[in-house]
């Protein structure tokens, strides 16, 4: 298997742009999770799915961040308007059983 | 979420056995213990999980004594690409989200 594959690998966009994330899990996951790391506060969950409904996202500013997944196989982490401290590395990781995540290899995103 | 407490660093040499322990004074019944490991730019790597006693894998040994306060993943004779971050997690069995803490940040020289 190829693992959790993640596009783009780097994205640099202007504050108040859109920004859209890509994740493809491992196949046969259930479970699909989106992270977001910084110096500052370390590793984030921001939203989780199990059979591509969401679970928990009280981790993700919702005026501005929306996560999907509409197919088994897909999941899209958006944000719109961009800003400066949404700049970090957001990982994406799916799993069948909740502890033993496998981990993308992030996207890094800088908003100037 | 039983809150886990672990070392902001520690350091040491190749060939040694290392030993990083977590306090989770606060586990519940239905919590299991996971470690992961977090190289520099990449993303986390599950390393180990365990509920009780002794864990062994082909990576690191996992100790958990009897009450379960506290746990200590052990790394036997390490080598310089073990230099990495450490998570000590606690979460409920089944369809519970894992907390990631600061994580312990081991350097391993030569």
């Known amino acids: 298997d190829a693992g959790v594959i993640q596009s783009p690998r780097h994205e640099v966009t202007e504050m108040g742009q859109e920004v859209t994330l890509r994740c493809k899990p491992i196949s046969g996951h259930d479970y699909l999770f989106w992270y977001r790391q910084t110096m500052m506060q370390g590793l984030e969950l921001l939203v989780y799915f199990n059979n591509k409904a969401v679970m928990d996202d009280s981790g993700m500013p919702k005026d501005r961040f929306s996560a999907k997944m509409p197919n088994a196989s897909f999941s899209t982490l958006k944000i719109q308007p961009s800003e400066p401290r949404d700049s970090a590395v957001y990982f994406c990781?799916?799993?069948?059983?909740?502890?033993?995540?496998?981990f993308g290899p992030g996207t890094r995103l800088t908003v100037l | 979420l039983a809150k886990t407490t672990q070392p902001i660093s520690m350091d040491s040499y190749e060939g040694q056995e290392v030993n990083i322990t977590c306090s989770h004074n606060?586990?519940?019944?239905?919590?299991?213990i996971t470690w992961y490991q977090q190289f520099p730019s990449q993303g986390p790597r599950f390393i180990i999980q365990?509920?009780?006693t002794k864990v062994t894998n082909e990576v690191a040994s996992l100790f958990i004594p009897a009450d379960r306060k506290s746990s200590t993943l052990s790394l036997p004779r390490v080598s310089l690409s073990d230099t990495a971050v450490y998570y000590c997690l606690v979460a409920e069995g089944a369809g519970t989200a894992l907390i990631f803490g600061k994580g312990t940040t081991l350097s391993v020289s030569s």
């Open positions: 365990g509920y009780k």
């Open positions: 606060n586990i519940a019944t239905n919590d299991y």
């Open positions: 990781a799916s799993s069948s059983r909740v502890h033993e995540q496998f």
